[in-house]
């Protein structure tokens, strides 16, 4: 979920990670659609001509007794406001509120400004409004903030500036692990009433485009980072808001794309990282989502949230070996992480192994004993197995049980940390080409480098070419002399980590 990129606020929260914390999307913002004489993406305005206006829809809402006048007259003056400063503006101010103004639109087209979404939809224009009208140009994934309030917001290049909830809730991690208890009281307090009503729960949704996903989307990493916070905070506070909260989190979890992230499988199920691409196998997100159901078990001892841990414990346990190349790690199933992402994982992982290794979220409840017998209630001995006790998943479960769970997760995030220190392997597979040929070099490659090829005549450079290519047998281009000759090739492959090795050797230039 394919270029990819790490929160800049991710490393200064990886000290969370102990309290798990973020990942950011892998996928890379859009780029701005065509502008119309108003300001607003052609493609946007176009689907707002099928449906109703946003003043149409606020309207109806009234209307019809689902919010009240003072909400009405609220979310109709951020609109107007925003419609005025949208016809002073220009150039990228101009675009950048305006794509907001489009999502609203679509959304509002699609009848999808339910009375729970207006909360956040209204929130993120008038910050829109105010930042493009008042506030400094920003160029490229920044992040922004609106002191007093806790929320994190990310500016995403033609969509303007949105709420950014896995660094919203990787913040609140921190502040927890930091006993900072008046800013995550604060923070909670803030991101409940900007959830939305969704797969029969709650959501913190995205309210923008995104490779390809129109809003409102959300995702099965920041659910499970939210629903970890939202637990934590009620084990702290012991606040009813927190733990209701938590539990209507689980909605996603239950519940099939695109409403949900609930993907099921033979072993269990998979919780996708994005409600729009339920097909993508993201595995740093999956695992991090199954850490939150753990936490959030281990915490209130829900069964359901055992329940849908299980599951998922079970499919990760079935996939996780697969994403490990034996040099490196796979972000999907379409190709191989980047440093961070990598780096990522092998925490993700490590934290659930750290879990798992404890046994389930939930003890196992004794087996009811027949009528007119005594029973007798012994503590179970520590387990390094995932010790799943039931639900969907049980047999499933049990087919594994010669891999203990723990095992497979401590054993690839030892691995993957192994490989930030293990150089590539490569080599020279192709050794004679055409004359005057756009020729592809062909080599082996152990994983995802940068690797440089160099061409030498006797000790005259003839070619060099760079490229970052991921493991396989990739080629790389050298265009040929138009005469016959020997030469040598050298090649250097330095991997994300920086960890480098050499080959060499002859070809020949022959034939027609």
């Known amino acids: 979920m394919l270029a990819r990129r790490l929160p800049t606020l991710l490393l200064a929260l990886l000290a969370c990670l102990a309290l798990p914390g973020i990942a950011a999307a892998k996928r890379p913002a859009p780029a701005a659609a065509a502008l119309g004489p108003l300001g607003v993406p052609v493609r946007a305005r176009v689907a707002t001509t099928h449906g109703p206006t946003v ?77 493009w009208t008042s506030k400094p140009l920003l ?70 485009r995104f490779d390809g996903g129109l809003p409102p989307w959300t995702s099965g990493l920041s659910q499970g980072t939210g629903l970890q916070v939202m637990a934590r905070a009620w084990s702290r506070f012991k606040e009813q808001a927190d733990l209701t909260a938590a539990q209507q989190a689980l909605g996603i979890f239950r519940t099939a794309p695109p409403q949900g992230v609930r993907v099921p499988t033979s072993p269990g199920a998979i919780y996708a990282e994005y409600t729009y691409a339920p097909s993508d196998r993201i595995l740093n997100g999956f695992i991090q989502a199954d850490v939150g ?38 972000y999907d199933q379409y190709g191989e992480s980047d440093l961070n992402y990598h ?84 080599s020279l597979l192709s050794h004679s080409f055409r004359p005057g040929a756009r020729a592809g070099v062909q080599i082996s490659l152990s994983k995802i480098s940068t690797v440089k090829l160099v061409v030498r005549q006797g000790s005259r450079i003839v070619w060099t070419n760079t490229a970052t290519v991921e493991g396989g047998k990739p080629k790389l281009l050298w265009v040929t002399p138009r005469k016959r000759g020997s030469f040598s090739i050298s090649l250097t492959a330095t991997d994300l980590a920086g960890n480098f090795a050499t080959a060499d050797g002859p070809v020949t230039v022959s034939g027609h």
């Not at 689902?66 to 400063?85: E, G, L, T």
């Open 55 to 131: 003043s149409g829809a606020l309207s109806s809402l009234l209307r019809t007794g689902q919010i009240s006048q003072s909400v009405y007259s609220s979310d109709y003056s951020v609109y107007v406001a925003a419609k005025r400063s949208l016809g002073k503006l220009s150039g990228t101010r101009r675009e950048e509120l305006g794509a907001v103004m489009a999502n609203v639109q679509a959304m509002a087209a699609a009848g999808q400004l339910t009375p729970s979404r207006l909360p956040v939809v209204f929130l993120t224009l008038e910050r829109n409004r105010y930042w």
């Open 139 to 208: 160029y490229g994934e920044v992040r922004v903030s609106f002191p007093p309030s806790e929320l994190v917001w990310e500016h995403y290049p033609g969509q303007g500036i949105e709420i950014q909830w896995l660094a919203t809730f990787g913040q609140a991690n921190g502040f927890y692990g930091n006993n900072e208890d008046t800013n995550l009281k604060r923070l909670v307090a803030e991101a409940i009433p900007l959830a939305t009503a969704r797969a029969g729960g709650i959501a913190w949704e995205y309210m923008f």
């Open 293 to 330: 159901l753990y936490d959030y078990t281990q915490i209130t001892k829900d069964p359901l949230g055992l329940r849908l841990f299980e599951e998922g414990d079970a499919e990760a346990r079935a996939i996780t070996p697969r994403y490990d190349t034996g040099y490196w790690s796979l």
């Open 343 to 426: 780096e990522l994982l092998a925490e993700f992982l490590q934290h659930l192994c750290e879990r798992t290794r404890k046994g389930p979220p939930i003890a196992p409840a004794p087996a009811p004993s027949p009528p007119g017998t005594t029973t007798t209630t012994t503590t179970p001995p520590p387990t390094t197995s995932t010790g799943t006790t039931g639900g969907a998943s049980a047999s499933a479960a049990q087919a594994s049980e010669q891999i203990p769970g723990d095992q497979i997760y401590c054993t690839t995030a030892q691995s993957f940390y192994a490989d930030l220190k293990t150089p590539p392997v490569v």
